[in-house]
C-alpha cells in the first residue's frame, strides 16, 4: 500500500499521560496536513507542514500539542497532559507538489482517553 | 469566521435512485472543493474534486456541480447501488499559505437494495 501510513491505529491512554502518533505520508508529497475528527463531524484542521517547516497551527491546537516534521518526511503529533476531551480520531493528509489542492488522507489514529 | 454547511445530514434511497447533497460555503475566496467518501472505521476517500473556473464535472455516475456566486456546489450520484452507502463529506479549501480545507458535517447516504 503506498498510500499515507498513520501508526498506531488506534491508542488508549488514561487521562493525563502523553501520546505520540505518527505519520508517513506519500512518498514524494511535500505538503502534510494533520486534522482531527471527532464523531459525526467533518475533519477539523489542526497544522500544516511544508517540508520540513511547520507554516500554520489553528487554534484547536492548544500547547499541550506539539507537531514535527524533522526530514520533511514522517510526522509526529504529540499530546502531552491527554484530557478526555482529546478523544478523537487524528487524520494525516499529504499533498503532492504538482497538484497542491489535493489531499490524500491516511487511516487515522483513534484516540481513546479514559 | 468560515464554514461549511451541508445537508441532508442523512439521505436514504432506493437502489437505482439518485441521491443530491448540497454544500454552501462562506469564503469567497475558496477555490476547490473536494468531495470525499468514508466508509465505517476508514480513511476519507476523495471521490471527486472541483475548481472555481469550473461549473460541473462528471465521472461515471459521480458528478459535481458548483454556483459561486451563490457559493453552493451539490454531489450528485445516479443509478445509486448499495456499496455507495458512506458518510460523504464537502469541503472548501482556504488559502492562507496553506490549502487546509474546510469540512461539512456529512451526510449518512444509505443505499436500499
New interface residues.
Partial sequence: DT??SQDPRHKITKRGQNVTFRCDPISEHN?L?WYRQTL??????LT?F?NEAQ??KSRLLSDRFSAERPKGSFSTLEIQRTEQGDSAMY?CAS?PRER?????????TRLTVT | GEN?E?HPSTLSVQEGDSAVIKCTYSDSAS??F?W?KQELG?????II?I?SNVGEKKDQRIAVTLNKTAKHFSLHITETQPEDSAVY?C?A?RY???????????TRLKVLA
Fill in positions: 498510500g499515507v505538503r496536513y459525526g463531524q467533518g475533519p477539523e484542521f500544516y511544508q507554516l500554520e487524520l499533498s497542491r489542492y489535493e489531499q490524500y488522507f491516511g487511516p487515522g | 461549511v451541508q477555490n476547490y473536494p470525499y476508514k480513511r476519507p476517500q476523495l474534486d475548481r463529506f469541503a479549501d492562507s499559505g496553506t490549502y487546509k480545507y474546510i469540512f461539512g458535517t456529512g
